[in-house]
């Protein structure tokens, strides 16, 4: 991990954006950061697994309801076959982007440089194998050690506590004092989760209050910002960051987000966003025994060509 250049030192290549690590891992890299986590990463986070418990970090498919951002729950069909005794189904209309879930690498581009490590618009929209898909990630799996930043928990504590249905910037300063009170070092190769307190604060809300923040516009919620987050991931050798919120950054409700991590993080460094992670009940069991760290387990969906997928995201302590 010590011949990796330091954030001010990127990019590498002379044909990347400023602050990317296009080149860092190969030109034809698929899988990012994602290469921080290395075999001797997955076997000490597989160590730290003492007595069991599991936590799936998954929302319901069907959340939220109605959708953001265009997009709308599945539709579920069973069909009973063969003199009744066998059940099928399927699902239309699933928003790989639609409740928890990764952003891929093909998901989102810089607007002046294009998709990560200087893919082309035709290399990355056309359905089956091709650059950046994400049966990349699916055909290596994501193994890791997780650190949980409590930030919600950190600022209701400390008599700041945000409305987590509003905007609130959560920058690297924040990031690094909630790490130091939880006694939670970041490591190389770690998935970072966040929780603001989105998803238990959209779980309360009534039917008539969800469809009145979907025909409002975009949700607004808490969330990461600023120039320092990209720079603390990278400088810790983050392989991949994700929180319980709609979109990773910090959002104005109606307005939304401006999304400058999405470009920050997807295209240049090639990091994964994960966002509608569920982590209220696994927080609640880090803020009982104290550890913040964790074995976690990721299966993207192996959909060839696909920008994103449902998470499928365990954690074990």
């Known amino acids: 991990m010590t011949d990796f250049p330091l954030f001010d030192e990127l990019p590498v290549r002379s044909d990347a954006p400023p602050e990317s690590s296009w080149g860092v891992f190969g030109d034809e890299d698929q899988v990012g950061t994602l290469n921080f986590v290395t075999p001797g990463c997955t076997r000490a986070a597989a160590g730290l ?52 879930q990764w ?51 950190f600022l209701a504590g400390h008599g700041a506590e945000p409305d987590p249905l509003d905007h609130f910037v959560i920058d690297g300063p924040l990031l690094e004092r909630v790490a130091q009170a939880q006694a939670s070092p970041l490591l190389p190769g770690d998935v970072l989760l966040v929780r603001t ?55 104005h409700p109606v307005i939304g987000s401006d999304l400058s991590l999405h470009r920050a993080l997807i295209p240049r460094l090639g990091m994964p966003l994960g966002e509608l992670w569920k982590l209220g009940e696994l927080a609640a069991d880090c803020a009982r025994d104290g550890r913040y760290s964790m074995f976690l387990t990721s299966s993207p969906l192996n959909l060839p060509g696909a920008s994103g997928s449902p998470a499928n995201t365990l954690a074990l302590k």
């Open 49 to 100: 697994v003492s007595d069991g418990r599991v936590f799936s970090l998954n929302w319901e498919l069907t959340l939220p309801a109605p959708g953001f951002f265009m997009r709308h729950p599945p539709r579920h069909t069973l069909v009973q076959k063969y003199d009744g005794i066998v059940v099928d189904d399927w699902v239309d209309g699933l928003y790989m982007q639609g409740s928890t």
């Open 103 to 153: 952003d891929g690498l093909r998901h989102f581009a810089d607007a002046e440089s294009g998709w990560y490590n200087g893919a082309q618009a035709d290399e990355v929209t056309r359905a089956g194998h091709g650059r950046l898909g994400m049966e990349h990630w699916a055909q290596r799996g994501i193994a890791a050690r997780a650190v949980l930043l409590d930030v919600a928990r």
């Open 197 to 251: 307190g989105w998803v238990e604060a959209y779980s309360a809300l009534g039917s008539v209050e969800r469809e009145a923040m979907a025909a409002a516009g975009k949700p607004g919620s808490p969330g990461l910002y600023g120039a320092s987050i990209p720079r603390l991931l990278w400088d810790n050798r983050i392989a991949a960051v994700a929180a319980d919120n709609p979109s990773l950054e910090a959002a």
